[in-house]
């Protein structure tokens, strides 16, 4: 069958104030997702289908079964696979005009700066905070427009920051200038999550890069919208654009801004240590090295030995455990195994509690460059 | 009439109400030491307040009438 170019949006160019000039604008922008989770998936696949012309996802990630209730992109025989080059393949079947272009990484202050020069739009739909407040200042250094959003449980938040062509523009530490403690927001994994409730939030935000790219509408510009999806009790509110207390004023001093220490105010820095700290430390001291990702995350063949207590049931099993002097919690990529570390820290004050950066690839690594 | 205060994510947890009316306060962090005292499960708990649908600082008055919501971060996506 032959396909008609022009065929394939005319049912949004035909929307009054939209039209032929709208759609181009759409096919000129570039917009980058960071994150390609539960609200991620929605953002792409829109935004892929209404023409939008350079889309970047970036994501470390691989797909896990527990992630298929939510992000709708990937199905059962991807688990395992990359997310970025799934949702590479997936968008270019969906919609071979629009052109994907897939980071495999996790954004850092090491890569932010190179990754968001090649956009005009930013999406966060990330799952932590440290990753928040990093994105968001990097947009505020780099003047980039920003859509938010956020889930916990039932509950959803969007917003806009850093655009407004008529004035200020607000930022999340505008919104949020503290960031909570570890554990004390919930997280998808520890609470859980009613899988359309990033898909509802997620396409809000795929709505807003298309208002602001097209210039239809009124976008959420200096304002966060909430909805709670159990009764559709929605909250619109207004943010100031304030002083960005805390907020890192050069390249320089975001470059040297620990995030990971700034949302995790509970750990200290003394107790988030690195692999190859960790075995230096084990060939001294007795460790019980505690793997905190739920169960059907844990292969068989990983190349250390630690005791499963899943971060979802923690609170209740840790104390049947029996532990070493000295305990490391660990999960996937360092987020879980502080929740786990704050949680234990009220358990057993008088144990030394230690918790795992950047998470169990980083003991399998250091395994295997030993057996190389 | 009070004040009607609307309470979100996690907080409405801990308060075990989306919705609740207080008699009076001051301002903002009169509002926050008398959450505190009445729900002591706030201790620590970071969130934002906002006055008739505007986010605000602790020394923002609040009067009889307005709409107070209780607002935390959330992470999850």
Not at chain 1, 330 to 340: E, F, I, N, W, Y
Not at chain 2, 14 to 35: F, H, N, P, Q, T
Request: glycine fraction near 8%; proline fraction near 4%; hydrophobic fraction near 45%.
């Amino acid at each position: 069958m032959v396909l008609n170019r022009n065929d394939r949006y005319s049912r949004q160019i035909i929307l009054k104030d939209f039209g032929p000039e709208a759609q181009q604008q759409l096919a000129h922008a570039r917009v980058l997702i960071i994150g390609v989770g539960g609200l991620g998936c929605p953002v792409l696949m829109y935004l892929a289908a209404a023409g939008v012309g350079t889309i970047g996802i970036a994501d470390g990630d691989h797909v896990e079964l527990n992630n298929l209730h939510r992000q709708i992109l990937f199905d059962t025989p991807d688990v395992g696979l990359s997310k970025v080059q799934v949702a590479f393949t997936k968008m270019k079947l969906k919609n071979p005009e629009v052109k994907i272009v897939a980071h495999g990484c996790f954004v850092s202050t090491a890569n932010v700066f190179d990754l968001l020069s090649c956009y005009d739009l930013i999406v966060d739909a990330t799952d932590n905070f440290a990753s928040r407040y990093m994105i968001s200042d990097a947009c505020h250094l780099m003047n980039k427009p920003l859509v938010y959003g956020a889930v916990s449980c039932y509950e959803g938040q969007v917003g806009v920051f850093n655009f407004n062509p008529n004035g200020f523009a607000s930022n999340y530490r505008d919104l949020f200038p503290v960031p909570p403690a570890p554990g004390e927001a919930n997280s998808c994994t520890a609470e859980g999550v009613l899988g359309v409730l990033p898909g509802i939030i997620g396409l809000m935000q795929a709505n807003e890069v298309i208002k602001i790219l097209a210039g239809v509408g009124i976008p959420l510009i200096n304002k966060l919208f909430t909805i709670d999806i159990s009764d559709y009790r929605t909250l619109e509110m207004e943010v100031s654009p304030g002083v960005h207390s805390g907020m890192p004023g050069s390249v320089e001093e975001f470059m040297r801004f620990d995030y990971d220490s700034f949302c995790s105010v509970n750990a200290t820095y003394d107790e988030v240590i690195a692999a190859f700290t960790l075995k230096e430390w084990m060939l001294k001291e007795e460790w019980s090295i505690i793997d905190v990702r739920e169960k059907e995350e844990v292969m068989e063949n990983d190349l250390f030995s630690s005791v499963n207590v899943p971060l979802s049931t923690f609170k209740t099993e840790i104390e049947n455990v029996t532990l070493a002097e000295n305990v490391i919690f660990v999960c996937a990529s360092g987020v879980r195994s502080r929740l786990a570390l704050d949680i234990a820290k009220n358990i057993f004050p008088e144990r030394k509690l230690f918790c795992l950066k950047e998470g169990v690839q980083a003991l399998i690594n250091l395994e295997f460059e030993k057996e190389n | 009439m009070g004040v009607k205060i609307l309470v979100f994510g996690k907080l409405a947890e801990v308060i075990c109400l989306k919705e609740m009316e207080i008699a009076d306060v001051k301002d903002v962090a009169a509002l926050r030491s008398l959450l505190i005292k009445n729900y002591p499960g706030l201790n620590g708990l970071n969130y934002i307040v906002a006055v008739n649908r505007k986010v605000v600082a602790d020394a923002f008055p609040i009067c009889v009438g307005d709409e107070v919501a209780l607002m935390p971060p959330f992470s999850g996506g």
